[in-house]
């Protein structure tokens, strides 16, 4: 398994660009999210969803699309990158919460963005 | 809403001593998780240890352990025999029963010499 990856790692944008940061697992998760960590700011939720064709929105989603067509992959776009989504991103996956044992989140290495 | 409170933004401590981190949380629901993450330089996140509010036993995981006072709603993380691999920031986390969201506070950094 190659668990929870993201790609890329790093990524420069200048403002006004478009771009997607791609997040998959291969753990058959129903559970995926996005975070953004920022300093002093702890990890934030931007959009989650619980199976395909299912999303919502976190505590940060302005400025950020998600969707999910298949039960691996949750994309997260960026339509008109600002210098404040300059961050770093988070995906994790896990079985559906909520009341369940199998709850532990698993997390995805990271992506750094840098909007200039 | 939920929140989640991490008072020392910073700690240190010396190898093979113990250590305790602190973090507080406010809720009215009565059914949740807590947790523990770590985040080494590499930028991973990595589980700690998980307690369940339901338990009055505290959660231990090896070197590990956590002091859950529901009512005091207090979640302290104790590390023993303290390793240089232990440094990283510690993330303390909520989710309800009811959603499922993680609430993370704002870390603390814990550094640790030899």
């Known amino acids: 398994n190659a668990g929870v990856t993201q790609t890329p790692k790093f990524q420069v944008l200048k403002t006004g660009q478009s771009m997607t940061l791609q997040c998959a697992q291969d753990?058959?998760?129903?559970?995926m999210s996005w975070y953004r960590q920022d300093p002093g700011m702890g990890l934030r939720l931007i959009h989650y969803?619980?199976?395909?064709?299912?999303?919502d929105q976190g505590e940060v989603p302005n400025g950020y699309n998600v969707s999910r067509s298949t039960t691996e992959d949750f994309p997260l776009r960026l339509l008109s990158a600002a210098p404040s989504q300059t961050s770093v991103y988070f995906c994790?996956?896990?079985?559906?919460?909520?009341?369940?044992?199998?709850?532990?989140?698993?997390f995805g290495p990271g992506t750094r963005l840098t909007v200039l | 809403a939920q929140t989640v409170t991490q008072s020392q933004p910073e700690m240190s401590v010396q190898e093979a001593e113990t250590v305790t981190l602190s973090c507080t949380y406010d809720?009215?629901?009565?059914?949740?998780?807590l947790f523990w993450y770590k985040q080494p330089p590499s930028r991973q996140m990595i589980l700690v240890i998980r307690?369940?509010?339901?338990?009055?036993q505290n959660a231990t995981e090896n070197r590990f352990s956590v002091n859950f006072q529901k009512a005091a709603k207090s979640f302290s993380l104790k590390i023993s025999d303290s390793q240089l691999g232990d440094t990283a920031m510690y993330f303390c986390?909520?989710?309800?029963?009811?959603?499922?969201?993680?609430?993370f506070g704002t870390g603390t950094r814990l550094q640790v010499f030899p």
């Open positions: 307690q369940e509010a339901y338990k009055q």
């Open positions: 986390a909520f989710m309800s029963y009811n959603t499922d969201k993680l609430i």
């Open positions: 809720t009215s629901e009565n059914n949740y998780y």
């Open positions: 753990m058959n998760h129903e559970y």
């Open positions: 994790a996956s896990s079985y559906v919460l909520a009341g369940s044992s199998y709850n532990e989140q698993f």
């Open positions: 969803s619980v199976g395909a064709g299912i999303t």
